[in-house]
């Protein structure tokens, strides 16, 4: 049989975290790969599951969500960022911010126009941004004094008449960067000199350190109006399995989304969305210790990295730390990545897989702190085979 993949398909094999978790498993390996915790979500959001469920909430909700969920989500948004989103209308539940996102590019996208993303990018942007037929184009996200950031020119340049729409993830997976004012500033001019939507993907929006603040690009001037803002409670509440999301937008663009979401999944599960209900409006002292707890392991991790004599990048935000491996002798992340459960029993992701122009992050490698104190510990001490 010739290959069943449609062709716009076929650059999307089997993900790296796939072939590093598998690698971690056969080789007895510490994963600090795939960015999940391995720790549990508040407690009384986990009771408020098992209570949805056993009074009854297993039918299908309805499309846009259940109405606690959406109420819950455009008060956390008026509260915390001053954004109004009317929760009838202005709000959709979606199956994790991944299917918001896929919804949103092929809800918005006609094929042939172009989505910026700053690369390296979250895989799934390509992947939608292909099913849509439209095309990636990759501004390239630099080190500069410590923290990845882009060129202006290098932005503005990105910008043709097809731009149809700027991905924008901040706090950004997988350089740890939180943009600035002064550089959303960049991104929301632009948008409104050009027309563009922008899709806004803040899953770390809580995930911040060092008293860095993640500022929403929706509240700019100008900016609500043009903006699909989405979020989810994945990475909030470390319950990465639930894959409950939520789009905030005007109504116009929230119901282009719904459009297409409605045949994607037409609704996302019942029960975890009245528990994370609970967890916007009852959680907030929990989530501020999962980001103290964060900011320690994230300390605990770059020392132990720069003790083994990686040159580490300091994130403001998310769960991932960024490597330089050449102080190692090192010049390919993926290479090294391969050999790194041999050499140190420890699993890594290269970061050269997030880029459209791999040369530009191979020597770099990512590693997720998202993980208990002694298993940081551990891998550090194993790293620490690789200088010695
Ligand atoms: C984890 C992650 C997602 C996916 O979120 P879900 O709610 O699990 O779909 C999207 N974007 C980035 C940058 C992520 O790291």
């Not at 969500?65 to 455009?74: H, M």
């Not at 290479?335 to 897989?353: D, H, N, S």
Request: net charge negative; glycine share 8%; with cysteine.
């Amino acid at each position: 049989m010739t290959e069943p993949l449609v062709s716009r398909m076929r650059a999307f094999g089997t993900t790296i975290f796939a072939e590093m978790s598998a690698l971690a498993l056969r080789t007895g390996s510490i994963n600090l790969g795939q960015g999940f915790p391995d720790t549990d979500g508040p407690a009384a959001m986990l009771e408020e599951a098992v209570r949805a469920i056993r009074s009854g909430a297993n039918q299908y909700p309805p499309g846009s969500g259940v109405p606690e969920l959406r109420q819950a989500v455009s008060e956390h948004r008026a509260a915390r960022y001053g954004l109004d989103y009317a929760a009838d209308g202005e709000v959709l539940v979606t199956v994790g911010a991944t299917e918001a996102i896929a919804a949103a590019i092929l809800a918005l996208c006609e094929p042939g126009d172009e989505v910026i993303a700053f690369e390296p990018y979250y895989d799934s942007y390509a992947a939608s941004i292909a099913l849509a037929q439209a095309r990636l184009s990759a501004v390239t996200l630099r080190p500069v004094e410590g923290r990845f950031t882009f060129d202006p020119d290098e932005l503005r340049a990105a910008v043709t008449p097809r731009t149809r729409a700027i991905l924008v993830n901040s706090p950004h997976n997988p350089t740890g960067t939180v943009f600035t004012r002064e550089e959303l500033t960049v991104i929301a001019e632009l948008c409104r000199e050009r027309g563009l939507v922008a899709i806004t993907d803040e899953v770390y929006e809580h995930l911040t350190f060092d008293g860095v603040e993640h500022v929403p690009l929706a509240t700019l001037p100008g900016m609500r109006e043009r903006t699909v803002m989405i979020s989810s409670a994945g990475k909030t509440f470390s319950v990465t399995g639930w894959k409950t999301g939520w789009v905030c937008a005007p109504a116009e663009l929230v119901r282009a989304v719904s459009t297409v979401k409605q045949f994607l999944t037409f609704t996302a599960s019942a029960p975890w969305q009245l528990a994370v209900a609970h967890g916007l409006r009852h959680e907030s002292a929990w989530v501020a210790e999962l980001r103290g707890g964060l900011q320690d392991k994230r300390d605990r991790l770059m020392e132990g990295l720069a003790a083994a004599g990686f040159a580490v990048l300091r994130p403001a935000g998310t769960y991932f730390v960024q490597t330089d491996i050449r102080p190692l002798g090192f010049t390919d992340g993926l290479e090294l990545t391969r050999r790194l459960p041999e050499l140190a029993g420890v699993v890594a992701i290269p970061t050269q897989v997030f880029y459209d122009h791999p040369e530009r992050g191979r020597h770099f490698v990512r590693f997720a702190f998202c993980k208990k104190e002694e298993v940081i510990d551990e891998a550090v001490a194993r790293l620490k085979r690789l200088s010695g």
